[in-house]
């Protein structure tokens, strides 16, 4: 338990010492133009770790459910353009020998942090897991769920604080900060914010990926689009570019007054 976090490599970039790690993309990978598009300015301004669904889990049936196998060798050449390594949802076990040689990192969403077959097969791979907390889990169930993973053998788990559920409708989410101060006073993984999901509320992404930071998270997951009026899911919290640079500009001096800086390639 309590003790240094644990530094996990993913593809090119290691999340858990002391440089602070913007992984950033689209919700979902759209197209390879789209895709890239996002990429390379998303690494333009410091990112240094990609993300875009492709299996995508969505509430209402009818939603766009995401490009799925069809993004696979779409997003290979991406990241092999761009020079960026990438994470992305695995939703089930079946996926997972397809995604091996797509992502550098899996990532569990929300609604899976309880599906104990998916986490299970995970901990039987030696790829990272990026494990999101379930919107109605607690601490202690987040922290189960990561067991099911290593138990099995696989260490590398960075958790993912991505909001929970409240009584207020003004967020689609309550980002919880204590969850990050906590996880960093108690346990060995890494964790990441996510104000995108955390707050679902656009103009609130950088004020909370601040007050994460401060927190001492190890990192942000970021959504960006270059039209997020037009994006196929979660347009409504994610940032454009010019909204990403500033978020970046104000990162810096916050990271620097904690003795810390931004990770770089
Ligand atoms: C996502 O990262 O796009 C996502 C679906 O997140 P969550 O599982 O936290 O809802
Ligand atoms: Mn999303």
Redesign the pocket.
């Known amino acids: 338990m309590a003790g240094k976090t644990q530094q996990i490599k993913v593809g090119n970039q290691v999340i858990g010492g002391n440089d602070f790690v913007v992984i950033a993309g689209p919700?979902?990978i759209e197209s390879k133009e789209h895709f890239l598009e996002t990429a390379t300015e998303v690494k333009s301004q410091g990112a240094t770790l990609l993300?875009g669904?492709m299996f995508?889990?969505r509430t209402d049936a009818s939603s766009f459910q995401g490009l799925r196998s069809d993004a696979f060798q779409l997003a290979k050449e991406v990241k092999q353009e761009v020079g960026l390594s990438f994470l992305s949802?695995v939703t089930d076990p079946r996926q997972i020998s397809d995604l091996m040689d797509v992502v550098d990192a899996f990532?569990v969403?929300?609604?899976?942090m309880y599906n104990y077959s998916l986490l299970t097969e995970l901990g039987r791979t030696d790829k990272p897991v990026l494990l999101?907390r379930g919107?109605s889990g607690t601490i202690k169930e987040w922290l189960g769920a990561a067991e099911y993973i290593t138990k099995e053998g696989n260490e590398k788990v960075i958790l993912?604080e991505?909001?929970i559920r409240s009584f207020d409708s003004n967020t689609r989410n309550v980002f919880d900060v204590n969850a990050i101060a906590f996880i960093k006073a108690n346990s060995d993984f890494p964790v990441i914010a996510?104000p995108?999901?955390g707050t679902g509320v656009r103009n609130l992404v950088t004020p909370i990926s601040l007050a994460a930071a401060a927190a001492g998270a190890d990192g942000l997951?970021i959504?960006v689009h270059p039209h997020p009026d037009q994006a196929l899911?979660?347009g409504f919290q994610t940032l454009n570019f010019p909204e990403f640079s500033n978020l970046m500009k104000s990162l810096k001096p916050l990271l620097s007054s904690v003795n810390r800086k931004l990770a770089v390639l």
């Open positions: 919700c979902s993300r669904g995508k889990l949802e990532q969403g929300s609604r899976n999101k919107f993912c991505r909001g996510d995108s999901h997951m959504e899911s979660d």
